[in-house]
Structure formats: C-alpha cells, structure tokens
C-alpha cells in the first residue's frame, strides 16, 4: 500500500504538470477574434419607427424640403417649405417607415432608412428610389 500512494501522487503531479505545459487560448483573444469578424453594429441595424421629434428634410443636392415633426403618438404633420402641411399617422410595414396621410386616398409614403449616424441623421429613400437627408432640428 505505501508504494500504491506514492504512485498515485506522482500521476498526479506529471497530469498537473502536462495540463500546465499547453496553455488555453485566453477568453480574451477568442473574444477579440469573434468580434473582429462578427458585422459592425450598422449591418445589424434594425428599421424601427422614428423617435419622436422634429426633423429637417433636405433633398440629395442639399436643398430644404421641408420638416416633419413626428409626436409620441407616431402622428406627423409634414411642413414643406412652401404650400399646406400634412399630417397622418407613421407605420413600420414590411422593414420601411410609412407615412399614412389621415383622411385622405393618397397611398402610403414608404421609406427605407439608412443606418443612423452619430449625430442621429440619416438618409431615407422612397419606392421610387428618391433619397432624401434627414436630420434632427436643432433645439
């Protein structure tokens, strides 16, 4: 029995001493790895409903087109810069921002929206393949 003690001991120690010779791959490094290829946080963007606010609209060439101030309630009201304003009520169909105007035959206005930038602006492109740049109004 004492040589059977020994023994064990000294497996032990050489399956303690190889578990420490190969060294695992730090959770860090894994992690760092994954995230390197994993898509950024604007290829993972998902379309949601606008925040409540006001927004400035301006066409692709930079001239205003007006501004849209969307309420808690997902109501609008669209103020182009000259004529009548707008008001209904805003959607999300199928991925796309659509402004339902209230009372009327017009069809919805449907808009895919780029990925915000840092400072909450965005592009939106209609249907037809109309871009517009939207961005908050100032405070």
């Known amino acids: 029995m004492r040589k059977t003690i020994p023994l064990a001991s000294i497996a032990l120690l050489v399956l303690a001493v190889a578990g420490c010779s190969k060294p695992a791959p730090a959770p860090e490094a894994a992690a760092t790895s994954e995230a390197a290829m994993a898509p950024s946080a604007a290829a993972t963007w998902t379309p ?3 925040e409540p606010g006001k927004y400035e609209v301006a066409t692709s060439d ?3 087109a007006g501004t849209t101030e969307i309420r808690a309630d997902m109501g609008y009201t669209d103020t182009p810069p000259k004529g ?4 209904g009520v805003v959607k999300l169909i199928d ?3 659509c402004f339902d105007p209230s009372g009327k035959t017009a069809p919805n206005r449907c808009f895919t929206e780029s990925v915000r930038a840092a400072d909450g602006s965005f592009t939106a492109t209609d249907e037809k393949g109309v871009t517009v740049n939207v961005k908050p ?3």
């Open 84 to 87: 009548l304003a707008e008001s």
């Open 137 to 139: 109004a100032a405070k």
């Open 95 to 97: 991925g796309k921002v």
């Open 48 to 50: 949601a409903l606008p």
């Open 62 to 64: 930079g001239k205003p």
